[in-house]
């Protein structure tokens, strides 16, 4: 969750908002009552990492910083066709298991929506210098999750648009000079403001795919990053790569996204398995979107943890 790769550097970087099942992000939102009340935090000290990993970009530039309007569209997009699934859903398909273990369909639209309202929170510390967290804690979290998860069809999705409108009018408020204005959560990571609409485009596309797991004729994820601007796909896998490289559970790995010309290295190269394709099948397979189809290894494909 670096941004720009580089030429080589050490990543400290925390779990992403989009953990399968365990999204550490929402805490309020147009369900339920609940409390907003965000707490104000401040940076611990990070001059002796507890956790750091190797992770080295290299080959031909690739462009990870999309421009705002770019991202602005593309998270508008992919709003719409979200909403536009979640109107098709009945009471029955919300109930129904999701991708995600121990989640209904009904807790991934809960989930997503609450999402756009803890960001909407955050925004608005960020806009006055503050920095929050995103969240109370993480009980509070899935209790808003949990309760929401059962609202009927139509609240679902009226929610969802609700929110995702709050959500584009609190980053448009948003001053440029205010995006370096840091949040966090309980997961103990730092990020910038000036990430989040990313973060919220990231979430939404993911979480498309998590709400039919075993419906043939569905877009699948990996159609939709295929269709998205490069330099977003490329932002995604870079970001999945940098998490990944502050993690143990995850071997190392050579990845290369063979329609960019550019290879990202996971832990150490000695050791690394080599994994090709595009940009779109190796971050739909990184994330757990996907089993691998259209990325090829230098031995057999390395069996991932949860993306986080």
Known sequence: MLGAPSDSLVSN??????????????????????????????RPDRSTPS???????????????PSPDLV??????????????????TAADLAAPSALPGWSRGHVLAHVRLNAEAFV?????????????????????????????????????????????????AWAALPRQRHDVEFTSPAGW?????????????EVVLHQAD??????????PADVLAAAEP??????LTETCATFAGRADVPPLAVTATDLGATWEIGAPQDAAAVSG??????????????????????SLPALPPFA
């Open 13 to 42: 970087a925390g779990p992403s908002d989009v953990v399968p099942g365990q999204s550490e992000d929402a805490c309020s939102g147009a369900g339920p009552t609940r409390s907003t009340t965000r707490r104000r935090v401040r």
């Open 51 to 65: 956790r750091a990993g190797l992770f080295r970009a290299y080959g031909r530039a690739v462009d990870t910083t």
């Open 72 to 89: 602005r569209a593309a998270l508008a997009e992919q709003t719409l066709a979200l909403a536009a699934e979640a109107a098709t859903l």
């Open 121 to 169: 929170g955050v925004l608005g510390a960020a806009a006055r210098g503050e920095v929050v967290s995103m969240y109370p804690g993480r009980a509070e979290r899935d209790a808003a999750i949990e309760a929401a998860a059962t609202d009927a069809p139509d609240r679902q999705t009226a929610a969802l648009l609700d929110s995702a409108e709050r959500f584009t009018r």
């Open 190 to 202: 730092f990020q910038p403001a000036g990430v989040i609409a990313f973060f919220r485009w990231r």
């Open 211 to 220: 709400l039919h797991p075993a419906d043939a004729g569905r877009r699948s």
């Open 231 to 236: 330099a977003l796909v490329a932002r995604l």
């Open 278 to 299: 595009t940009a779109a099948a190796l971050a739909t397979w990184l994330t757990g979107r996907g089993d691998g189809s259209g990325v090829t290894s230098s031995g």
